[in-house]
T-cell receptor, first 108, second 116 residues
Framework: KNEVEQSPQNLTAQEGEFITINCSYS?????LHWLQQHPGGGIVSLFM???GKKKHGRLIATINIQEKHSSLHITASHPRDSAVYIC??????????FGTGTRLQVTL | GAVVSQHPSRVICKSGTSVKIECRSL??????MFWYRQFPKQSLMLMAT?????????EQGVEKDKFLINHASLTLSTLTVTSAHPEDSSFYIC????????????FGPGTRLTVL
């Protein structure tokens, strides 16, 4: 069992749909990263959160430390949101353990 | 925000040759950098931690003699894939945390290595 699990693995949505990606982890943490990997491979850090909720544009990330669960939401999805979304938890010496990623495809 | 660059972005080489990949922090000093490898449709896997002024720390199963890491300065780490083989073809990414803020990491754009 991976320390960091994501669901779903693949997600297809139509433009405008509300999207939720889930991340569960088995080891207690103080913070969690959400990353976006574009089709070309480049990675952008979307959020780092340790409690509650953060919002940036159409992206919202929530975390429940007690339940070891985090969600990434995308409102009014757009084809340009198509990417792989990865959650990652920091461990000792700042090493990150990555989830398996959720491949999102948003169609017109 | 902080910027991390990688060079080259893409490299194709013949089997048996060595390839050097550079990772630079452009507007901050990074005493630590991380190197990851990602095979198609798989998650990123940490290969090693690059430490300025000391030896790199390798993850289990990563050959240190094959993947040479040199953290030459506070803004530059290099990964050299020695005697590359087709199975080394992968996407290599580096990241660097901000000094004193180790939960915040910035990723390079990645280097796609193809070994023929």
């Amino acid at each position: 069992k991976n320390e960091v699990e994501q669901s779903p693995q693949n997600l297809t949505a139509q433009e405008g749909e509300f999207i939720t990606i889930n991340c569960s982890y088995s080891v207690g943490i103080s913070a969690l990263h959400w990353l976006q990997q574009h089709p070309g491979g480049g990675i952008v850090s979307l959020f780092m959160l340790s409690s509650g909720k953060k919002k940036h544009g159409r992206l919202i990330a929530t975390i429940n430390i007690q339940e070891k669960h985090s969600s990434l939401h995308i409102t009014a999805s757009h084809p340009r949101d198509s990417a792989v979304y990865i959650c990652a938890r920091p461990g000792t010496a700042s090493k990150l353990t990555f989830g398996t990623g959720t491949r999102l495809q948003v169609t017109l | 925000g902080a910027v991390v660059s990688q060079h080259p972005s893409r490299v194709i080489c013949k089997s048996g040759t060595s390839v050097k990949i550079e990772c630079r922090s452009l507007d901050f000093q990074a005493t630590t950098m991380f190197w990851y490898r990602q095979f198609p449709k798989q998650s990123l896997m940490l290969m090693a931690t690059s430490n300025e002024g000391s030896k790199a720390t390798y993850e289990q199963g990563v050959e240190k003699d094959k993947f040479l890491i040199n953290h030459a300065s506070l803004t530059l780490s290099t990964l050299t894939v020695t005697s590359a083989h087709p199975e080394d073809s992968s996407f290599y990414i580096c990241s660097a945390p901000l000094p004193g803020r180790y939960n915040e990491q910035f990723f390079g754009p990645g280097t796609r290595l193809t070994v023929l």
